[in-house]
């Protein structure tokens, strides 16, 4: 892993943003070395049905669990 990002969004650009310390839509960026040399870097999503992944790219990840400091805020509870 060589990102965390509490609340990750993307606007229209493809530019990634944090936009705020509360756990909405976490995610790390991942980065995979072969024989020293990176060939490939991508984001893993907490919430979602499936791996994220572009067609380029050999592998898909998801982020399963997370433990995080408290500087972190939990969101609300959905009732």
Do not use: C
Request: net charge neutral; charged share 30%.
């Amino acid at each position: 892993m060589t990102v965390f990002n509490p609340h990750f969004i993307i606007d229209d650009s493809g530019k990634v943003y944090q936009d705020s310390d509360t756990l909405y839509n976490p995610a790390v960026r991942v980065k995979v070395i072969i024989d020293s040399a990176k060939t490939q870097e991508s984001w893993a999503f907490f919430y979602g049905g499936s791996p994220h992944f572009r067609r380029e790219n050999l592998l898909g990840f998801r982020l399963l669990d997370f433990k995080v400091d408290e500087k972190y805020i939990k969101p609300p509870e959905h009732k």
